[in-house]
């Protein structure tokens, strides 16, 4: 049996990788890690390190913090990934494990890693294990509650646009917005024209050693391309939204 499994490591701080993923990493016959350079280790590599000492790892390049879609560059990585992982599993077998910050299900490159092999290799077995999502690892770090009772939470990528962001701040009532980058002085003048600047709070390397946790007023200009802001919903009563 071929597997193809995403293994969710957590946004950085190796602490929040879950027992499943560590034993997924540490049995896995082969643990790819998505990297911008083959050269630098990433985020991901780092966290999987932390855990594992065999040396079966494998970088695989993808144009991580590329803009506008599906761009050449994407689509080259993505085969080029896939044509690597597929030629491994046809000829060793076994388990391969792609290590992905946050969850293999939530904005992660495992989507698109998993659809190409599957074209490659129809027989191989895809499953994925849950990881710790930045919006987790934030809330809990600035002591922000997501939701409760009957509030509804939205979570949205600012690549979409800040449109998307009005949207969601006038539809529901805690929302997460990932990927602000350069966005950030428009994503807080949204926040102050709604009213939820004050009770937002950003976030940015989590659990790493350049972490930046607290009010979204004071997020910077030049904010990292992977930071979430967190807009909490309005309480005024304990159990008030039940």
Same mark, same amino acid.
């Given at each position: 049996?071929?597997?193809?499994?995403?293994?969710?490591?957590?946004p950085?701080?190796?602490?929040l990788?879950?027992?499943?993923?560590?034993?997924v990493?540490?049995?896995?016959?082969l643990?790819?890690?998505?990297?911008?350079?083959?050269?630098?280790? *990433?985020?991901a590599?780092?966290?999987?390190?932390?855990?594992?000492?065999h040396?079966r790892?494998r970088?695989?390049?993808?144009?991580l913090?590329?803009?506008?879609?599906?761009?050449?560059?994407r689509?080259s990585?993505?085969?080029?990934?896939?044509?690597?992982?597929?030629?491994?599993?046809?000829?060793?077998? *076994?388990?391969?494990?792609?290590?992905?910050i946050g969850?293999?299900?939530?904005?992660?490159?495992f989507?698109?890693?998993?659809?190409?092999?599957?074209?490659?290799?129809?027989?191989?077995?895809v499953?994925?294990?849950?990881?710790?999502?930045?919006?987790?690892d934030?809330?809990?770090?600035?002591?922000?509650?997501?939701?409760?009772?009957?509030?509804?939470?939205?979570?949205?990528p600012?690549?979409? *646009?800040?449109?998307a962001?009005?949207?969601?701040?006038?539809?529901?009532?805690?929302?997460?917005?990932?990927?602000?980058?350069?966005?950030m002085?428009?994503?807080?003048e949204?926040?102050?024209?709604h009213?939820?600047?004050?009770?937002?709070?950003? *976030?940015?390397?989590?659990?790493?050693?350049?972490e930046?946790?607290?009010?979204a007023?004071?997020?910077?200009?030049?904010?990292?391309?992977?930071?979430?802001?967190?807009?909490?919903?309005?309480?005024?009563?304990?159990?008030?939204?039940?």
């Amino acid at each position: 049996m071929t597997r193809l499994v995403g293994v969710g490591v957590g946004p950085g701080d190796p602490e929040l990788v879950t027992v499943k993923g560590v034993r997924v990493l540490q049995e896995a016959d082969l643990v790819v890690v998505p990297v911008m350079d083959p050269l630098e280790q *990433g985020r991901a590599e780092a966290t999987v390190r932390a855990h594992v000492t065999h040396d079966r790892l494998r970088r695989l390049v993808f144009a991580l913090d590329d803009r506008g879609g599906p761009t050449a560059q994407r689509l080259s990585a993505w085969e080029v990934a896939a044509d690597a992982v597929a030629d491994e599993l046809r000829t060793r077998g *076994g388990t391969v494990a792609f290590a992905t910050i946050g969850d293999p299900n939530v904005y992660s490159t495992f989507t698109y890693l998993a659809d190409a092999v599957r074209e490659r290799l129809p027989e191989v077995q895809v499953e994925t294990v849950p990881g710790i999502t930045a919006m987790q690892d934030l809330a809990a770090r600035s002591g922000t509650v997501l939701c409760e009772g009957t509030e509804s939470l939205a979570l949205l990528p600012l690549t979409a *646009g800040v449109e998307a962001l009005e949207q969601a701040l006038t539809h529901f009532d805690s929302v997460v917005a990932y990927k602000g980058g350069r966005q950030m002085p428009a994503v807080l003048e949204v926040l102050r024209r709604h009213g939820r600047l004050d009770s937002a709070v950003y *976030g940015a390397a989590l659990g790493l050693p350049d972490e930046a946790v607290g009010p979204a007023a004071g997020a910077p200009a030049d904010a990292p391309y992977l930071s979430t802001v967190i807009a909490p919903a309005g309480r005024t009563t304990r159990g008030g939204k039940l």
